[in-house]
C-alpha cells in the first residue's frame, strides 16, 4: 500500500489538479481538503478574512483523519498546509504521510486565480498564503517540485521522484 500524500501549496498552484491526477496513476483515493472545511471556514475565507490557527485545527485533524482511510492504492490528499505545524498535526493523525509542496512563481498563481471562478478562496488571500507558506524541512518526508509545466509533467515527476509506479496510464495518456 502507497504512503499517504499531501499535495500542498498554496491557493491556485494546482494541489488539486495534480493531486487528481496523481491519485488517477497511483489508484489511490483522492481527496480535496477544501471539502472538509467548517462552513464558518469557507465563510470566512469567502469575505476575505485568513483563517486563525483556532479555525484550522478542527479541520486538520479530518484532513489527518482522511489521510489515514485504509484503501488498497492508498489516499491523496490535495490540502494547502502551508506551515510545519499544520504538517505536523496532520502527521499527528497520519504518521506516514509525504507531503509534496507544489512550487510555483507569483506571477503564475496571479494569472491562475481569476480563472478559477465561483471558488470561496478570493485572489486577495494570496499574499497573506505567500507570507504564511513555510517550505518543506530537511527531515519532513516530502518534496518539492515545480508546478508550472501542465497537470500531466508534474503528476509524472512526482511519480518519478517518490518512486512509485502508476497502475495503467489514463485512458487517453499514452507513455511513450
Same mark, same amino acid.
Given at each position: 500500500?502507497?504512503?499517504?500524500?499531501?499535495?500542498?501549496?498554496?491557493?491556485?498552484?494546482?494541489?488539486?489538479? /495534480? +493531486?487528481? *491526477? $496523481?491519485? %488517477?496513476?497511483?489508484?489511490?483515493?483522492?481527496?480535496? #481538503?477544501? =471539502?472538509?472545511?467548517?462552513?464558518?471556514?469557507?465563510?470566512?475565507?469567502?469575505?476575505?478574512?485568513?483563517?486563525?490557527?483556532?479555525?484550522?485545527?478542527?479541520?486538520?485533524?479530518? /484532513? +489527518?483523519? *482522511? $489521510?489515514? %482511510?485504509?484503501?488498497?492504492?492508498?489516499?491523496?490528499? #490535495?490540502? =494547502?498546509?502551508?506551515?510545519?505545524?499544520?504538517?505536523?498535526?496532520?502527521?499527528?493523525?497520519?504518521?506516514?504521510?509525504?507531503?509534496?509542496?507544489?512550487?510555483?512563481?507569483?506571477? /503564475?498563481?496571479?494569472?491562475?486565480?481569476?480563472?478559477?471562478?465561483?471558488?470561496?478562496?478570493? #485572489?486577495?488571500?494570496?499574499?497573506?498564503?505567500?507570507?504564511?507558506?513555510?517550505?518543506?524541512?530537511?527531515d519532513e518526508a516530502g518534496l518539492t517540485v515545480t508546478s508550472e509545466e501542465g497537470?500531466?509533467?508534474?503528476?509524472?515527476?512526482?511519480?518519478?521522484?517518490?518512486?512509485?509506479?502508476?497502475?495503467?496510464?489514463?485512458?487517453?495518456?499514452?507513455?511513450?
Amino acid at each position: 500500500m502507497m504512503r499517504p500524500i499531501v499535495v500542498m501549496g498554496v491557493s491556485g498552484a494546482g494541489k488539486s489538479t /495534480v +493531486g487528481s *491526477a $496523481l491519485a %488517477a496513476r497511483l489508484g489511490a483515493v483522492f481527496k480535496d #481538503a477544501d =471539502s472538509l472545511h467548517p462552513s464558518a471556514n469557507v465563510r470566512k475565507m469567502a469575505s476575505g478574512t485568513p483563517l486563525t490557527d483556532e479555525d484550522r485545527w478542527p479541520w486538520l485533524q479530518l /484532513v +489527518g483523519t *482522511a $489521510l489515514s %482511510a485504509e484503501s488498497p492504492g492508498g489516499v491523496v490528499v #490535495a490540502c =494547502s498546509a502551508l506551515r510545519r505545524r499544520y504538517r505536523d498535526a496532520i502527521r499527528a493523525i497520519a504518521p506516514t504521510t509525504t507531503f509534496v509542496l507544489l512550487n510555483v512563481a507569483t506571477p /503564475v498563481l496571479q494569472e491562475r486565480l481569476p480563472m478559477r471562478p465561483g471558488h470561496f478562496m478570493p #485572489a486577495s488571500l494570496l499574499t497573506s498564503q505567500l507570507e504564511t507558506l513555510e517550505p518543506l524541512e530537511s527531515d519532513e518526508a516530502g518534496l518539492t517540485v515545480t508546478s508550472e509545466e501542465g497537470i500531466e509533467s508534474t503528476a509524472e515527476l512526482i511519480l518519478l521522484q517518490l518512486g512509485a509506479r502508476p497502475i495503467e496510464p489514463p485512458a487517453g495518456l499514452h507513455r511513450g
